[in-house]
C-alpha cells in the first residue's frame, strides 16, 4: 500500500507557486488575495488566519477583511464590489458559511470570475464544464486530482466512483475525471445519499474519492483489492485522549481500508493541505491572467 503524502505534494505546488511569484516580481507584479470573513465561527476563523499565514509566507499580498456577524448582504455586496475593482486584488474568497441571513449565491455571483479563485461563480462551473482552461477550478478537487497525478495513478479508462455530488467537491471532482485528457479521461459514477446497492457501486471502483462528511463511512467491505482511495473528509470525533476532547478523522474507515489499497489518501495529512495549496496556485493564475500592475 502507497500512502498519498499530501503535505508533500502541498510543498510542491508551493514551490512551483514561488517561482511563478518571482517570475511576476520581476514584471513588477504582485498576486493579491482578499479573504472576506463574515461573524465569529472558529473554524472559519481559523481557515482565514491560516490561508492569510500561507499568503504572508509566499510573499502574495494578503488581504483579511473581517466583517461583524451583522454586516447585511447589502454591505457585503459593497465590499465585494470595491475588491472587484481594486487592481492589487487577484483573488476573492468569502469564507463559508456565512451568517443565515447572507444569501451565499448571491455573492458568489458578485465576485468578478477573474477573480474568483474558489471556482465557484456559475461563469467558473460552466468554464469547467466546457474544458475552459481559462476557469477556475475548485481547489479541493483539484488538489485531488494533483495527488492521483502525482501518485502515478492513470486515471484513463478507469472507473471512478464519486461519494458526493456537492458544488464544492463531489459535482467539480465527476467534472475533472471525466475531462479529456491527463488526469482525466475517466468513466465516472457520482454517488449520493439516494443511490441504491451502494457497496455494489463502490466495489466496483477503480478509484473512489470519498467525500460525504460521514466518519469512517467507506468501510473494507466496500471496496475491491487494489483500489485507490483519496479521502476528501474532514469530521470531528469525540476523543478524550486528545487535549482538546476531538479528532479529526476523514469518510475512510483508513485502519481495515488501507490494507486493501495499492494506494490511500491520510487524514489528516492527504486532501486537506491540497485545498490551500491549490487556493494559492490559482491565485497566481488570476495574477498572470489579469492585464496590469499589481502592488
Ligand atoms: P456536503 O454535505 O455538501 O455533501 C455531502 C454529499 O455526500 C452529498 O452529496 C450527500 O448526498 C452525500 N452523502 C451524505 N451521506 C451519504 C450517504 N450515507 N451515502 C451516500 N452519499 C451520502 O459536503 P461537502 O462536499 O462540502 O464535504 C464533504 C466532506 O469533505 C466533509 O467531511 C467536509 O468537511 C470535507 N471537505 C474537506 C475539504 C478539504 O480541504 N479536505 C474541503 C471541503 C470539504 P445528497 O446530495 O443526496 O445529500
Same mark, same amino acid.
Given at each position: ?91 476573492? =474568497? %468569502? ?6 441571513? $447572507?444569501?451565499? @449565491? *448571491? +455573492?458568489? /455571483? ?5 477573480? !474568483? ?80 446497492? =451502494? %457497496? ?6 477503480? $478509484?473512489?474519492? @470519498? *467525500? +460525504?462528511? /460521514? ?5 473494507? !467491505? ?74
Amino acid at each position: 500500500m502507497y500512502l498519498i503524502k499530501g503535505t508533500e505534494v502541498a510543498e510542491k505546488v508551493l514551490e512551483e507557486c514561488k517561482r511563478d511569484i518571482a517570475e511576476l516580481a520581476a514584471q513588477g507584479r504582485r498576486p493579491g488575495l482578499a479573504v472576506v470573513l463574515i461573524g465569529d465561527d472558529p473554524a472559519s476563523r481559523a481557515y482565514v488566519r491560516s490561508k492569510d499565514r500561507k499568503c504572508r509566507e509566499l510573499g502574495l499580498h494578503s488581504v483579511k477583511l473581517e466583517l461583524p456577524a451583522t454586516t447585511t448582504q447589502a454591505e457585503l455586496l459593497d465590499e465585494i464590489a470595491k475588491l472587484n475593482s481594486d487592481p492589487v486584488i487577484h483573488g476573492i =474568497l %468569502v469564507q463559508s458559511p456565512p451568517p443565515k441571513h $447572507i444569501d451565499e @449565491a *448571491a +455573492i458568489v /455571483r458578485a465576485i468578478d470570475p477573474r477573480k !474568483d479563485v474558489d471556482g465557484f461563480h456559475p461563469v467558473n462551473v460552466a468554464k469547467l464544464a466546457l474544458e475552459d482552461p481559462t476557469g477556475f477550478v475548485p481547489c479541493t478537487p483539484l488538489g485531488c486530482q494533483r495527488l492521483l497525478l502525482e501518485a502515478g495513478v492513470e486515471t484513463s479508462g478507469a472507473n471512478v466512483v464519486v461519494l458526493g455530488r456537492s458544488m464544492i467537491v463531489g459535482k467539480p471532482m465527476a467534472l475533472l475525471l471525466m475531462a479529456k485528457g491527463r488526469g482525466g479521461d475517466a468513466t465516472v459514477t457520482v454517488a449520493h445519499s439516494r443511490t441504491k446497492n =451502494l %457497496v455494489e457501486v463502490t466495489r466496483r471502483a477503480d $478509484i473512489i474519492i @470519498a *467525500a +460525504i462528511g /460521514r466518519p469512517h463511512f467507506l468501510k473494507a !467491505d466496500m471496496v475491491r483489492e487494489g483500489v485507490v482511495v483519496i479521502d476528501v473528509g474532514i469530521n470531528r470525533v469525540d476523543d478524550p485522549a486528545n487535549d482538546k476532547g476531538y479528532k479529526l478523522v476523514g469518510d475512510v474507515a483508513f485502519d481495515e481500508v488501507a490494507p486493501k489499497c495499492r494506494a490511500i489518501t491520510p487524514v489528516p495529512g492527504g486532501v486537506g493541505p491540497m485545498t490551500i495549496a491549490m487556493l494559492m496556485a490559482n491565485t497566481v493564475k488570476a495574477c498572470r491572467m489579469i492585464k496590469g500592475k499589481a502592488s
